[in-house]
């Protein structure tokens, strides 16, 4: 953000220069562009190794730009024209490169586009008088301010989701607060361990205090304790909902649960004697 909103100062600032000022500023002005090549570099990107290589071949273009003597506006202008046509170049690759991934890839594109064609301009014999120049530069700091805020924008989107999967809803984080701690108290009591109804064919373990580990995970024990659970409601003739209660839509579709060993098997050989139908009704 910061870069885009100094980009359009700089926009703005150069077409109110007097032309001697030319010289004096186009090199701070590619060396600010370095400047925002590393930012990027250091921002994660999967492009940062191109922005890195960006920033230290503008870093050396400025500089050249600084330490030349060169009193008219040839060697000024080409090195501007360099910057825009590498700068552009890039954009335009890069946004190729991502359109299957960013929905802003056409902008990327068009400003890669428009830097080209500023650099073709600046680079060719056109731009030999300091009007030109300056319009070259103004146009210069208003696609790099583009840029830089489209970039700026899609890093905070990208934070704001990354941010977005890690928070959970409140059922579910209650949920998880609760095993997390089920699971700390299972992992660190000593106790004996209690005595459940054995399922069929499963032998009863003994009461007595285990010295080792839990003989079962606590994960185990969880779906064992509401198999138990689901077993002793189905005995007490709780097989459906509450009178009264809510009914989703999608309930009036399902089979009746089964409330037996007997009725599960029943309920395997029914659905077993019935062809599957694929999607579609085909």
Same mark, same amino acid.
């Given at each position: 953000m910061f870069a885009a909103a100094a980009w359009l100062v700089v926009g703005w600032s150069v077409l109110r220069l007097e032309p001697t000022d030319i010289t004096a500023v186009a090199g701070p002005i590619v060396l600010f562009g370095a400047v925002c090549e590393a930012v990027r570099a250091l921002a994660g990107t999967r492009t940062w190794w191109l922005n890195a290589a960006l920033a230290a071949l503008f870093a050396a273009t400025g500089t050249i730009m600084l330490v030349s003597d060169d009193s008219g506006y040839t060697t000024t202008a080409a090195l501007i024209g360099w910057y825009l046509l590498v700068r552009g170049? +890039?954009?335009?690759?890069?946004?190729?490169?991502?359109?299957?991934?960013?929905? +802003?890839?056409?902008?990327?594109?068009?400003?890669?586009?428009?830097?080209?064609?500023?650099?073709?301009?600046?680079?060719?014999?056109?731009?030999?008088?300091?009007?030109?120049?300056?319009?070259?530069?103004?146009?210069?700091? +208003?696609?790099?301010? +583009?840029?830089?805020?489209?970039?700026?924008?899609?890093?905070?989107e990208v934070a704001a989701k990354g941010r977005d999967v890690l928070e959970l809803p409140p059922e579910r984080a209650a949920g998880l607060a609760g095993y997390s701690a089920g699971h700390?108290?299972?992992?660190?009591?000593?106790?004996?361990?209690?005595?459940?109804?054995?399922?069929?064919?499963?032998?009863?373990?003994?009461?007595?205090?285990?010295?080792?580990?839990?003989?079962?995970?606590?994960?185990?024990?969880?779906?064992?304790t509401t198999a138990d659970l689901d077993a002793m409601l189905a005995q007490a003739g709780i097989t459906g909902p509450r009178p009264g209660a809510p009914v989703t839509p999608e309930a009036d579709d399902l089979p009746p649960a089964p409330d037996s060993p007997r009725g599960i098997e029943s309920a395997r050989a029914a659905n077993a004697a019935q062809p599957d139908h694929p999607a579609g009704g085909h």
């Open positions: 170049a +890039v954009d335009v690759a890069v946004g190729i490169m991502t359109r299957g991934a960013d929905r +802003v890839w056409s902008l990327v594109v068009t400003v890669g586009v428009l830097e080209t064609g500023l650099g073709f301009l600046a680079a060719s014999p056109l731009a030999r008088g300091a009007q030109s120049v300056l319009i070259i530069l103004g146009g210069l700091g +208003v696609l790099r301010a +583009v840029a830089d805020l489209v970039t700026a924008l899609r890093l905070r700390t108290d299972f992992e660190g009591s000593g106790r004996a361990r209690a005595k459940h109804r054995a399922r069929d064919g499963a032998a009863i373990a003994p009461a007595g205090p285990h010295p080792g580990p839990h003989p079962e995970s606590f994960h185990d024990r969880v779906v064992r």
